[in-house]
């Protein structure tokens, strides 16, 4: 079966430091990769979506850059932490080819709660 | 900039009474919608969909109704429970989109 891992499971950083949050899924190949981001009040946002390795797209410009180095790893980093950026990352993946949209199609992970200080 | 909203961020309801989750959206070109729950320190999971060509889709204890006129749906959870404390999120999309808009979220809290 398929298994989503995000790690860690809680950050707390100061502004201007970089971060690394890492999302890994087994059990399947060549997904599609989901990057989401929930700051206080506000609903998921998509912030990166990849549909293969070195092929990422970004949906909203900011402080953050999303890698895929391998098929089933995808990481979220950046430079220089803002305030900002403080909130809950779920990574989620779907199976590959088009944006899936099906109700049993996209999965997430656990989420990473980031608090910038 | 939010299209998809839940104005309501919390709702308590007794155990057994019917709780009624409110969602709205803004873009006319939303045409499948779903509701995720999610339990503290676990990702958000798929709970029951509809899509724009049903105003009813029914799965045990859950209902979601969708009003197309008036851009709005609503879960109903009857009779609740306990265990469906959680937080709930709404979201939709669009065919030729790519991605799901999600709601702020309402957390559930159902009371023994």
């Known amino acids: 079966s398929q298994t989503i891992h995000q790690w860690p499971a809680t950050l707390v950083q100061p502004v201007g430091s970089p971060l690394s949050l890492e999302c890994t899924v087994e059990g399947t190949s060549n997904p599609n990769l989901y990057w989401y981001r929930q700051a206080a009040g506000r609903g998921l946002q998509l912030l990166f979506y990849?549909?293969?390795?070195?092929?990422i797209s970004s949906e909203v410009p900011q402080n953050l850059s999303a890698s895929r180095p391998q098929d089933r790893q995808f990481i979220l980093s950046s430079k220089k932490l803002l305030l900002s950026d403080s909130g809950f990352y779920l990574c989620?993946?779907?199976?590959?080819?088009?944006?899936?949209?099906?109700?049993?199609?996209?999965?997430f992970g656990p989420g990473t709660r980031l608090t910038v200080l | 900039d939010q299209q998809v909203k839940q104005n309501s961020p919390s709702l308590s309801v007794q155990e057994g009474r019917i709780s009624i989750l409110n969602c709205d959206y803004t873009n006319s070109m939303f045409d499948y919608f779903l509701w995720y729950k999610k339990y503290p320190a676990e990702g958000p999971t798929f709970l029951i969909s509809i899509s724009s060509i049903k105003d009813k889709n029914e799965d045990g204890r859950f209902t979601v109704f969708l009003n197309k006129s008036a851009k709005h749906l609503s879960l109903h959870i009857v009779p609740s429970q306990p265990g469906d404390s959680a937080v709930y999120f709404c979201?939709?999309?669009?065919?030729?989109?790519?991605?799901?808009?999600f709601g702020t979220g309402t957390s559930l809290t159902v009371i023994p």
């Open positions: 989620a993946w779907s199976t590959g080819g088009a944006f899936k949209r099906s109700y049993n199609e996209q999965f």
């Open positions: 979201a939709a999309s669009y065919r030729a989109g790519n991605q799901f808009y």
């Open positions: 990849s549909i293969g390795i070195d092929q």
